[in-house]
């Protein structure tokens, strides 16, 4: 059973610019959750996709957008980075009905 | 709306002592509870869960019961190692469709040999 994979690992932008993060769910998984951390708090939710739609979102601009793919992999796009979005960006799988989510290792994004 | 709220850390015992990692909650409806675990540099473990009032969820020697009465999920070992150490998360998903994970701000713990 392969667990959840993300890329990149580390990213590096300038203020301004846009970035894709990418996604692969867990073999069964249907379900794509994406989570912003920063430094020594807790996760944020983002946005969650089922289907290829998205089945709910957090407290972020629509900068924040994302996609879900017909194999359930998935990608988090933001637009116009600002520095405050320097975090670690968390992908999480389920499958509909289950409530436990698996982490990817996630990807660090530093804005400077 | 929902939260966690967990004890402040950071949390430093030594090899074989006694853990407890308070948690309590505020939600509406019937939330299933979770803690995670990130271990230094890494991506969030699913450490255990409890889905109804008074289930006991363990793994690896950590224990936790649902108390609907208290709305608390408190993390107990009884003898930790130094592996151990890290930061720990309480989490709730919540009565939406969605079923959103809403997160505690992380307990750091440090075991020293």
């Known amino acids: 059973e392969t667990g959840v994979t993300q890329s990149p690992t580390h990213l590096i932008k300038t203020r301004g610019q846009q970035v894709t993060l990418r996604c692969s769910s867990q073999s069964g998984h249907n379900t794509v959750s994406w989570y912003q951390q920063a430094l020594g708090q807790g996760p944020q939710f983002i946005f969650q996709?089922?289907?290829?739609?998205?089945?709910g979102r957090g407290n972020f601009p629509p900068r924040f957008s994302g996609l879900q793919f017909p194999n359930y992999s998935s990608e988090l796009n933001v637009n116009a980075l600002e520095l405050d979005d320097s975090a670690l960006y968390l992908c999480a799988s389920s499958f509909s009905g289950v409530k436990e989510q698996y982490f990817g290792p996630g990807t660090r994004l530093t804005v400077t | 709306g929902d939260s966690v709220t967990q004890m402040e850390g950071p949390v430093t015992l030594s090899e074989e002592a006694f853990l407890t990692i308070n948690c309590t909650y505020t939600?509406?409806?019937?939330?299933?509870l979770f803690w995670y675990v990130q271990y230094p540099g890494e991506g969030l473990q699913l450490l255990l869960k409890?889905?109804?009032a008074d289930d006991k969820g363990s793994n690896k020697g950590f224990e936790a019961t649902y108390r609907k009465e208290t709305t608390s999920f408190h993390l107990e070992k009884g003898s930790v190692q130094v592996s151990d150490s890290a930061v720990y998360f309480c989490?709730?998903?919540?009565?939406?469709?969605?079923?959103?994970?809403?997160w505690g701000l992380g307990t750091s713990l440090a075991v020293n040999p």
């Open positions: 409890a889905t109804k």
């Open positions: 989490a709730l998903t919540d009565a939406g469709n969605n079923r959103k994970l809403i």
């Open positions: 996709y089922y289907r290829e739609e998205e089945n």
């Open positions: 939600a509406t409806g019937y939330p299933s």
